[in-house]
Each structure stands twice: as structure tokens, then as C-alpha cells.
């Protein structure tokens, strides 16, 4: 018997040996009729919405819940959750007691947990945000979701009703921020009260529905110590970079699309100084700064008429106004690359960025035609000048086939040479092997020592000859 009809059928009287007798059975096997439809539920993504049971599940909690909201007071005060919390635990168990429905104490549970979730949560997403091995959530439509653990992908095994219910969590994620998604403006970014980065795409441009992916911030920010645990970076690294940020280098941190540039960048704006004033600039305030003297600028996009858009180049050139000492771009996607490097060469030493690009010399090539995107019709050599007086030094950030995130160079920009940009590795990453998926390598100096390694003296930091492999093969 499906779990609806048992739930519809439950909470009947008897009397007599017989009749109870034939009651206890009648428990008994639809107590391991849950079991299995609860089992069938939780393996395999999807395979709870293509099962007669998990229609019935569905079915089951929209019914309660729907009973549930129209006899919730709607004049109480969301913010407050624990209250809310325990009104809306009071009416759930009243509703099945009131129904005859007969759950066992996990199904009632879950149950609750899905209700709380979708009134006060982000529904289906709660348990996913939750699980703290999973780093990424994407929403593929209702019915197909993945997540990503240690780098690769995997179905989840939950999903939401319909289209609705997907648009309803959608504007309780873009709706605290002043931002909208419908189909004159289908395309959104925003974030989560955690910091976690939002996208949101709907119909008609999303064709499998309304699609939402989620880049999780861990609740404790990476350290330069976990990075070097995962084996992203070693110990003369990190003593190697952190001298750079003292020494005020502008750094460029550049990689593909998941590949931890952000991570990075946050672990290197930790090395700042703390008596200085840093201002930071993104399109979704997501870099977590430890230091007491951060102002954080966040862009807007334009309203319903079109008007009062705020760009990441207006937010770079007005903090320029503030008296910053250092300049944390959370990424140059556009014209304001030409007025981060301006910025970069007028005083302002140590300011940090990155970029999409697949090389440290796909790097000055994105960056040249970032400038380009600015409108002014600069020569192709004022702007390599530009960005060979500015930028000091690169790091170039990859996520590897085993799902490993590791730096492959550290490259100093050494200036002209005629028309070109002349660079240096410093260090870059050997792969060694292969065991099963698993790649074996390190990153290793290249036994050159940077030019600017004068700057960082300067700053009262001696680094051994070793860490650059001076002397060693």
C-alpha cells in the first residue's frame, strides 16, 4: 500500500481479539511499507519523483503544509524564527493528529524539517547549504540538482515541486536585496545572508526551468595553513607571498571558473597589515577580510526603469576618493581594468585583483583587452605600458582533472621588451605522475630570483636563497 493511501486510511477503530490482531498486522506492514518507500525516497537523485511513493510524499506535505499556512497567524513576525518555529511544530503535530495521519517519529520529522524549510528557509536547499563537504549547488530546474564535493560533481538527492516552488525560493533569496527576476529581467546575482554567491537564470532564458547556482563560502574562511594541508601551495610559498603583500606588489590572481581565485585572494588580502585602510570592490560582497579597517563597496544593477545602475568601474573610481591604502577588485571583467591599473600606478601599491584567463600570458592579454573595453582609443603599447609599470607579479590558480585546486605559476611581470610584455616564473607546478584519478606533482621553484626581491629587502623581509632554488636543479 502507496504511503498516502496508508496515510489516508490510518487512525480506524476496533474491537475485539480479532480486530486487533488484524490492527497490530495491518501496523506492522505498513510500518516496513514506510521503510521502504522512505529507502526507495532517499537512494539515487531523482528516483523519488519518477516513484509512485515519493508522488504520494509529496503530495502528503503539500497538503499539511498548505493547511498549515492558512491557520498560521499572518501578522507574526518572520525574523523571529524560533518562535515561528515552535508555532508552526504546535499546528503540524495538531493537523495530523486532527487527520489521523500516523507517521513514525523520523518521518515526522523530515517532515516538519521540509515545512520549516519552505516557510522560513530556502526549501529544498536548507539541507544542502548545511552540509559542509558540499562547495557548490546548482539547480538545473525543478527535478535535476547537483552538488559539488571536493571538486566533482554529483546528483542530489532532493528536489522541488514544480517551477512555483522554485520561483518562490528564488525571491526569498533576491527579494532582502532590493532585486528582482522576472521575464523582462530574467538574469540576476545576488547572495545569501552567509556571503555565499547566487545566480539566477529563468525562463525564457533558462529552458529547463529556473536555474540557480550557489558558490558556498565555508563558514570558517580558508587559511594560507589550509591551503598548504591541501597541498595548493608549500610553506616557502606562502612565506613568499605574504612578503609580496607586505612589500606592497600588486598582484594579479588569475584561473578558470571554479578554480579558487577568490580563496586565493581572500588568504592574501589576510596578509595585509592591519593598521591600514583597505576598501574592497565586488560585484556580491563575498571576500571575508579579518583586518578591523575594511569598507566593502558593492555593485547595483539598474532598477525597473533602468536607471540607478552602480558598475564596478564607478565603485573603482570613486574609492579612489577614500583615502584607501589598498585596493581589493574582487574581479576585472570589463573597463575598469584600465582604472584599476591607473590606480595601481598613481600611489597605490599592493592593490589586488583577478581574472578570468587560462595563462599567466592569457593574463596581460585579457587585461589588454579589458582596457580596450573602456572606450578611450588608447594604442595597444600605452596600455602594455600601463600594465608592465603596474602589475608586479601574477598567480596563476587552476582546478586540476582530479578536482585538486593548486597554483601552476607565480610569474613576475619584468617589463618591455620592444612591443612585448616580458615575464619570469618563479615558481610553477611539475606533474610527477598519475595514481588512479589522482594527480602527483609539485610546485617547485625555478631558480630565478624576482627583480623586485630589492621591494621586499626593503620591507625588512630576508628570504632565504632556497625558497627560489638558487643553486638546485
Request: glycine residues 10%; proline residues 4%.
Amino acid at each position: 500500500m502507496s504511503l498516502l493511501k496508508r496515510v489516508d486510511k490510518s487512525g480506524g477503530s476496533g474491537g475485539g481479539g480479532d480486530d486487533e490482531r488484524a490492527k497490530r498486522a495491518a501496523q506492522q506492514k505498513a510500518a516496513a511499507a514506510r521503510k521502504r518507500a522512505l529507502k526507495k525516497e532517499d537512494s539515487g537523485g531523482g528516483s523519488r519523483n519518477r516513484s509512485g511513493g515519493g508522488d504520494n510524499y509529496n503530495e502528503l506535505k503539500n497538503r499539511v503544509q498548505n493547511k498549515l499556512l492558512r491557520e498560521l497567524d499572518p501578522s507574526m513576525d518572520i525574523s523571529q524564527k524560533e518562535e515561528v518555529r515552535s508555532q508552526i511544530q504546535e499546528l503540524f503535530n495538531s493537523i495530523l493528529q486532527e487527520e489521523n495521519i500516523v507517521l513514525s517519529r523520523a518521518e515526522r520529522e523530515r517532515l516538519l524539517e521540509a515545512i520549516v524549510a519552505d516557510i522560513l528557509g530556502f526549501g529544498p536547499l536548507e539541507l544542502l547549504l548545511s552540509e559542509e563537504s558540499i562547495s557548490e549547488i546548482m539547480v538545473n530546474g525543478p527535478k535535476n540538482i547537483f552538488v559539488e564535493r571536493k571538486g566533482k560533481l554529483t546528483r542530489a538527492n532532493v528536489t522541488f515541486d514544480n517551477d512555483e516552488h522554485v520561483m518562490r525560493i528564488i525571491d526569498r533569496i533576491v527579494s532582502p536585496l532590493g532585486r528582482r527576476v522576472d521575464e523582462s529581467s530574467p538574469l540576476v546575482d545576488a547572495r545569501l545572508p552567509d556571503g555565499s554567491r547566487v545566480n539566477v537564470v529563468i525562463r525564457p532564458i533558462a529552458l529547463c526551468g529556473p536555474t540557480i547556482t550557489i558558490r558556498k563560502f565555508e563558514k570558517k574562511p580558508l587559511t594560507v595553513h589550509d591551503l598548504i594541508r591541501y597541498g595548493s601551495m608549500t610553506e616557502g610559498i606562502a612565506e613568499f607571498l605574504r612578503a609580496c603583500i607586505i612589500a606592497r606588489l600588486n598582484m594579479v590572481v588569475a584561473g578558470g571558473t571554479g578554480s579558487g581565485k577568490t580563496t586565493l585572494l581572500n588568504v592574501l588580502s589576510n596578509f595585509i597589515p592591519n593598521d591600514e585602510r583597505i576598501i574592497t570592490v565586488e560585484n556580491a560582497a563575498e571576500l571575508q577580510l579579518q583586518q578591523e579597517h575594511v569598507v566593502t563597496l558593492e555593485s547595483r544593477p539598474a532598477n525597473v526603469e533602468g536607471k540607478g545602475a552602480v558598475s564596478i568601474r564607478d565603485l573603482v573610481i570613486n574609492c579612489l576618493r577614500m583615502r584607501p591604502e589598498r585596493i581589493v577588485v574582487g574581479e576585472c571583467r570589463g573597463g575598469e581594468a584600465l582604472d584599476m591599473l591607473q590606480a595601481m600606478n598613481t600611489g597605490h601599491d599592493g592593490s589586488l585583483t583577478t581574472a578570468h584567463a587560462n595563462s599567466p600570458r592569457d593574463t596581460i592579454a585579457r587585461l589588454e583587452v579589458m582596457c580596450l573595453m573602456a572606450g578611450m582609443e588608447l594604442p595597444v603599447r600605452a596600455i602594455r605600458e600601463q600594465i608592465a609599470s603596474a602589475v608586479d607579479a601574477m598567480c596563476q590558480q587552476q582546478r586540476l582533472r582530479d578536482g585538486s585546486r593548486k597554483i601552476l605559476n607565480i610569474t613576475e611581470v619584468q617589463g618591455m621588451e620592444g612591443e612585448m610584455i616580458t615575464m619570469s616564473d618563479i615558481f610553477e607546478f611539475e606533474q610527477t605522475g598519475l595514481e588512479g584519478n589522482k594527480i602527483i606533482g609539485r610546485i617547485r621553484p625555478t631558480g630565478i630570483r624576482p627583480k623586485f626581491i630589492d621591494r621586499i629587502e626593503d620591507a625588512g623581509i630576508n628570504l632565504p636563497a632556497s625558497t627560489f632554488g638558487v643553486g638546485q636543479r
